[in-house]
T-cell receptor, first 116, second 112 residues
Framework: GAVVSQHPSRVICKSGTSVKIECRSL??????MFWYRQFPKKSLMLMAT?????????EQGVEKDKFLINHASLTLSTLTVTSAHPEDSSFYIC????????????FGPGTRLLVL | QQPVQSPQAVILREGEDAVINCSSS?????VHWYRQKHGEAPVFLMI???GGEQKGHEKISASFNEKKQQSSLYLTASQLSYSGTYFC?????????????WGLGTSLAVNP
């Protein structure tokens, strides 16, 4: 149980284009989903917290107009990197938590983004 | 507010034990332990909630000392599969705020 998927697993795009990453909870309803960014050999950096049906809460320093988050249903959240630049290249990971799930976050497998 | 993990890195031979610590400067509500292998997402190991409990999971166990605002992860008789980076995530509020603050990680290498 508690499986989270992410799609795509890898994406290469040209500078200036937008990329959408999907995060799905496959066997549970995720009331809250988190989006992280991770640089090589570094810790997880929380970008934003999204609750189903409401606007995402962004961490300080994260541009909400650049990283658009939508949590349209209890099983799907999307992160869209708009007008991507090479400095946006990173490993993006989502996690999902469920109400009454004991605070545990279940992570997706991550999406590696490379912007050329 | 970021928890401090120690040590930064550990190298073990198969069968040896290790302890990884996670300390906070602020009162903790919960501590979450995850292991991440290179290029993969973190995998949940265990969660400890306020109350000073100790939990076990096969040969991996953890304690939570509320007074010291610290959690320790114990790896006994390590196996090759234990290699990876261990992260602690700390929670400071009960209820709806599930945001965790993550430590910088402890890199563990288990050699034959």
């Amino acid at each position: 149980g508690a499986v989270v998927s992410q799609h795509p697993s890898r994406v290469i795009c040209k500078s200036g284009t937008s990329v959408k990453i999907e995060c799905r909870s496959l066997d549970f309803q995720a009331t809250t989903m988190f989006w992280y960014r991770q640089f090589p050999k570094k810790s997880l950096m929380l970008m934003a917290t999204s609750n189903e049906g409401s606007k995402a809460t962004y961490e300080q320093g994260v541009e909400k107009d650049k990283f658009l988050i939508n949590h349209a249903s209890l099983t799907l959240s999307t992160l869209t990197v708009t007008s991507a630049h090479p400095e946006d290249s990173s490993f993006y990971i989502c996690s999902a938590a469920t109400l009454g799930g004991g605070e545990t976050q279940y992570f997706g497998p991550g999406t590696r983004l490379l912007v050329l | 507010q970021q928890p401090v993990q120690s040590p930064q890195a550990v190298i073990l031979r198969e069968g040896e034990d290790a302890v990884i610590n996670c300390s906070s400067s602020k009162a903790l509500y919960s501590v979450h332990w995850y292991r991440q292998k290179h290029g993969e997402a973190p995998v949940f190991l265990m969660i400890l909630l306020k109350g000073g409990e100790q939990k076990g999971h096969e040969k991996i166990s953890a304690s939570f000392n509320e007074k010291k605002q610290q959690s320790s992860l114990y790896l006994t008789a390590s196996q090759l599969s234990y290699s990876g980076t261990y992260f602690c995530g700390t929670g400071y509020n009960a209820g709806n705020n599930r945001k965790l603050i993550w430590g910088l990680g402890t890199s563990l290498a288990v050699n034959p």
